[in-house]
C-alpha cells in the first residue's frame, strides 16, 4: 500500500453521516437482546463512542426507560455529577417540557461542606441534588462517588429517582459502583465493567429525549 497517496476526503451532509453510521452500527450489533427502545440507547451510546463492547454491556431496569420519558415529559430536573454532561445534554428538548439541568458540585455551599467534612464534592452535591430534585434523572458519568453515594442514599429511603443513568468511566470504583446500581430495584441505565464517561451518559440521555418527542 502506498502511503503517499494523496487523502481526498468526501464531502457529505451531517444527516448522511450520521444515517450511514447507525446503518454500519446496525450491521455490526446484528442480533441482540434489548428491547427496540433500549436499543435506540444503545445504538446512540456506541455512535458516541464507537465502542461496541460498551454498548452491548448496557443494563436497563425493566421501567428504566417509561420512568425516564415520564420524567422529562413531566418537567422534572436532570442532575449531572459534572458540567461536561450540562453542556453536551439537548437542553431544548428538555425544558420544552419544563425540565432543566442542574450540576451542584461547583456550588459554594457544597464546596465549603466537603471542605468542612473532608469528603468530596461528588458526595456533597448528590446531598444537595436529591433536596432539590425528587423523581428527577440523575446522570452520573464521571464520578463513582457520586453514583456511590445516591445508592447510599436511595437504600436509606431518602431519595427516590425518577431515573439514574450511572455510567461513570474509571479504574477505582467505575465497575463496583455501577455492579452496586444494578442491584437496586429502581429505574436505571448503566454498564458492565469500567468503561462510560460523560459523553455516553449525554448520549444515553439524549435518546431518552428523542424518545420523549416521539411519544
Given at each position: 500500500?502506498?502511503?503517499?497517496?494523496?487523502?481526498?476526503?468526501?464531502?457529505?451532509?451531517?444527516q448522511?453521516?450520521?444515517?450511514?453510521?447507525?446503518q454500519?452500527?446496525?450491521?455490526?450489533?446484528?442480533?441482540?437482546?434489548?428491547t427496540?427502545?433500549?436499543?435506540?440507547?444503545?445504538?446512540?451510546?456506541?455512535?458516541?463512542?464507537?465502542?461496541?463492547?460498551?454498548?452491548?454491556?448496557?443494563?436497563?431496569?425493566r421501567?428504566?426507560?417509561?420512568?425516564?420519558?415520564?420524567?422529562?415529559?413531566?418537567?422534572?430536573?436532570?442532575?449531572?455529577?459534572?458540567?461536561?454532561?450540562?453542556?453536551?445534554?439537548?437542553?431544548?428538548?428538555?425544558e420544552?417540557?419544563?425540565?432543566?439541568?442542574?450540576?451542584?458540585?461547583?456550588?459554594?455551599?457544597?464546596?465549603?461542606?466537603?471542605?468542612?467534612?473532608?469528603?468530596?464534592?461528588?458526595?456533597?452535591?448528590?446531598r444537595?441534588a436529591?433536596?432539590?430534585?425528587?423523581?428527577?434523572?440523575?446522570?452520573?458519568?464521571?464520578?463513582?462517588?457520586?453514583?456511590?453515594?445516591?445508592?447510599?442514599?436511595?437504600?436509606?429511603?431518602?431519595?427516590?429517582?425518577?431515573?439514574?443513568?450511572g455510567?461513570?468511566?474509571?479504574?477505582?470504583?467505575?465497575?463496583?459502583?455501577?455492579?452496586?446500581?444494578?442491584?437496586?430495584?429502581?429505574?436505571?441505565?448503566?454498564?458492565?465493567?469500567?468503561?462510560?464517561?460523560?459523553?455516553?451518559?449525554?448520549?444515553?440521555?439524549?435518546?431518552?429525549?428523542?424518545?420523549?418527542?416521539?411519544?
Amino acid at each position: 500500500m502506498d502511503f503517499r497517496t494523496e487523502f481526498k476526503p468526501v464531502t457529505v451532509q451531517p444527516q448522511q453521516i450520521e444515517t450511514v453510521s447507525f446503518q454500519i452500527i446496525d450491521e455490526e450489533v446484528g442480533a441482540h437482546n434489548f428491547t427496540p427502545q433500549q436499543y435506540k440507547v444503545a445504538q446512540r451510546v456506541i455512535h458516541a463512542s464507537a465502542d461496541f463492547e460498551l454498548g452491548k454491556s448496557l443494563l436497563f431496569h425493566r421501567d428504566a426507560i417509561e420512568s425516564g420519558i415520564k420524567a422529562i415529559k413531566s418537567g422534572k430536573k436532570v442532575v449531572a455529577d459534572v458540567q461536561m454532561i450540562q453542556s453536551g445534554v439537548n437542553k431544548a428538548r428538555i425544558e420544552k417540557y419544563g425540565g432543566e439541568v442542574k450540576v451542584y458540585i461547583s456550588d459554594a455551599d457544597v464546596v465549603e461542606e466537603a471542605k468542612c467534612l473532608n469528603t468530596t464534592r461528588a458526595i456533597i452535591s448528590m446531598r444537595k441534588a436529591i433536596r432539590e430534585a425528587e423523581g428527577g434523572i440523575f446522570a452520573i458519568g464521571n464520578a463513582p462517588t457520586a453514583l456511590l453515594e445516591l445508592i447510599r442514599l436511595v437504600k436509606e429511603g431518602e431519595t427516590k429517582p425518577g431515573l439514574v443513568i450511572g455510567l461513570p468511566v474509571g479504574f477505582v470504583s467505575a465497575a463496583e459502583s455501577k455492579e452496586e446500581l444494578a442491584k437496586l430495584d429502581i429505574p436505571f441505565i448503566t454498564n458492565i465493567g469500567r468503561k462510560g464517561g460523560s459523553t455516553v451518559t449525554v448520549a444515553a440521555l439524549n435518546a431518552l429525549t428523542l424518545l420523549a418527542e416521539q411519544q
